[in-house]
């Protein structure tokens, strides 16, 4: 699984392997990037907030066609070592925003997480170095993009918490790779508001550039 030991030089890209050229990229002075910055220009940053559902929300880049390959490669081919790649070049202001929080992830189905030997949010959220929740958990293989569009709302009946009452009044960061129609998110945000946070944020990796809608709340 692990064949390209040259990977784990801090220095080099993560993605295509190349040399990482700190002094061409000043951030990396604060951030450490993991990946270069020819990479980095390929995944198209949105970093914008918005609204869903009551809570604030942040989306870090364009589901573009080099995310989606990217994504690909990290969750459908196993390819843990691209985990740090996700959230590299913002970490510093995400551990600064979310520092009082505890971070969820909305779920991939355990069936999954066993044959890829990982848990693919998790692992992006590790980096983030919060206390994570995993007890947000995904009952079944019902994957969301299989179903007509009319049945997605299914999703409902496969999100659940177990325990977690220690999230009682605390402030929760919940976070996913790609939002398309919300229903996963809403899933999640139902779930967790159960356990009675004091407030959720919402962190997400990718979304289509043109949405229509976050200006208003409900919409998706
Ligand atoms: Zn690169």
Do not use: W
Request: with cysteine; glycine share 4%; aromatic share 12%.
């Amino acid at each position: 699984m692990y064949s390209n030991h040259h990977r784990f030089k801090s220095h080099d890209c993560l993605i295509c392997f190349k040399p990482i050229d700190h002094q061409f990229f000043l951030l990396s002075l604060i951030a450490n990037p993991s990946i270069c910055i020819d990479c980095f220009r390929k995944l198209n940053v949105l970093n914008e907030k918005s609204r869903f559902d009551g809570c604030d929300i942040h989306f870090l880049y364009e589901y573009n066609e080099f995310f989606r390959s990217l994504l690909f490669q990290y969750k459908g081919q196993y390819d843990i070592a691209l985990a740090p790649v996700f959230l590299s070049y913002f970490l510093i202001e995400l551990r600064h925003q979310y520092s009082n929080c505890i971070v969820a992830c909305c779920p991939s189905s355990k069936e999954q997480n066993e044959r890829r030997g990982f848990a693919p949010m998790e692992e992006i959220a590790k980096t983030l170095n919060l206390p994570l929740f995993t007890d947000l958990i995904k009952i079944g293989d019902y994957k969301q993009a299989d179903q007509p569009f009319r049945k997605r709302k299914g999703i409902y009946d496969h999100i659940a918490v177990v325990g977690g009452q220690d999230l009682y009044q605390k402030e929760i960061l919940l976070i996913d790779d790609v939002m398309t129609s919300g229903h996963t998110l809403k899933a999640c945000l139902d779930q967790l508001r159960k356990l009675s946070p004091k407030k959720i944020d919402i962190l997400i990796l990718s979304c289509r550039k043109h949405r229509k809608t976050l200006s208003s709340e409900n919409s998706f």
